[in-house]
């Protein structure tokens, strides 16, 4: 897509991810104008050197007005694997206001000998894959997608938190309240004091949160592993100097 002749890049930075942080230092060390942005779905996420945005645009029409009346030229996808109605709503909206898209999203995790996954589609079908005697589970998926795991009560459940828990829990079960990333000690530290005998992991990729994994396999526990949703097709990377070519590549069309 060409960037017209003589203009000035801003880029939109869809963030919310270890990826999107490292991606928002280089930017801000080349001096590109851009906005970086969260959904706001946690009370103090970390700080960016790059101007902030928080909070939803209001679906593709709010977004694709907001690219028109930020004058924004570039937009990056750095969100997580799994937010993927933001990565089809940045598809639709640059693609309603002709603006350059590229997503830069890790590789998935592959199994590695010793591991023991049972890699599934969905949340649904997690559960169906849990055992019917009661066990001690760790749910590393976070908060949003837990309530389909009420269909089992008779677990002893594990979950994980960037935040204290507002509402009342779906089911009773143990809440550690941590941000990551996490550290392999410190994993395989949590699943042996408290005895968990299976893990549920979305396959989220990256390195903040792959230490649940190799843990698992240093204590030979199952993990069931749900698998990334389907995204459209967009340019995609997998590496900030290759989002950083792309933006110095259009400039050198535009200049
Ligand atoms: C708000 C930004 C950094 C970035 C940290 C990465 C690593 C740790 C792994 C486990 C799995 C989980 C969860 C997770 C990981 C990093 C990275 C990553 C998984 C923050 C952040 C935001 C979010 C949103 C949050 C979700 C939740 C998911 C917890 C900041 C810390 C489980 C995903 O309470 C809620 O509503 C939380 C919602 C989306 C999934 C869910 O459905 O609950 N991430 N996570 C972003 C925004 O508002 O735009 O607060 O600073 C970012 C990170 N989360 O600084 O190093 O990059 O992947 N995040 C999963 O993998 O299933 C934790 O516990 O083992
Ligand atoms: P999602 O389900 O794909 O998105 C739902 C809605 O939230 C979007 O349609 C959009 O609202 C808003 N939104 C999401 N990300 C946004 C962003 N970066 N900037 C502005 N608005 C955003 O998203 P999600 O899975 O809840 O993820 C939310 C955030 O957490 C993202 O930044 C993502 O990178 C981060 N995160 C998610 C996970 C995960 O497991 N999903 C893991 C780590 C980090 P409107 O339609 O109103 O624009």
């Given at each position: ?20 942080s490292?991606?928002a ?87 590695a ?5 049972t890699?599934?589609?969905d ?38 938190f ?83 070519q ?9 200049a």
């Amino acid at each position: 897509m060409m960037v017209s002749q003589g203009s000035t890049i801003r880029a939109l930075i869809l963030g919310g991810t270890a990826d999107a942080s490292e991606l928002a230092a280089a930017i801000a060390r080349a001096r590109i104008d851009a906005v970086y942005s969260y959904g706001g779905r946690t009370r103090a996420p970390a700080d960016q050197p790059l101007p902030t945005r928080i909070g939803g645009f209001g679906g593709v029409s709010g977004l694709a007005d907001y690219i028109r009346s930020e004058s924004i030229t570039h937009v990056i996808d750095a969100t997580h694997p799994f937010a993927a109605e933001m990565s089809r709503n940045a598809v639709e909206a640059c693609a309603q206001t002709d603006t350059p898209l590229i997503a830069l999203e890790r590789a998935p995790w592959t199994n590695a000998p010793g591991d023991r996954w049972t890699e599934i589609p969905d949340v649904t079908a997690a559960v169906a894959a849990l055992p019917e005697a009661p066990a001690k589970i760790f749910l590393a998926i976070g908060r949003q997608h837990i309530a389909p795991f009420a269909a089992k009560p008779q677990h002893a459940y594990t979950l994980r938190f960037v935040d204290p828990p507002e509402a009342p829990l779906p089911f009773a079960a143990d809440v550690i309240v941590s941000r990551g990333p996490f550290t392999l000690d410190g994993e395989l530290e949590m699943l042996r004091s408290r005895g968990i005998a299976w893990i549920v992991a979305r396959n989220s990729g990256g390195d903040g949160a792959r230490a649940k994994i190799d843990a698992a396999r240093k204590l030979d526990l199952p993990v069931i592993m749900i698998s990334r949703p389907a995204l459209p097709e967009r340019q995609r990377v997998e590496s900030v100097s290759e989002v950083m070519q792309w933006i110095g590549h259009s400039t050198r069309l535009g200049a």
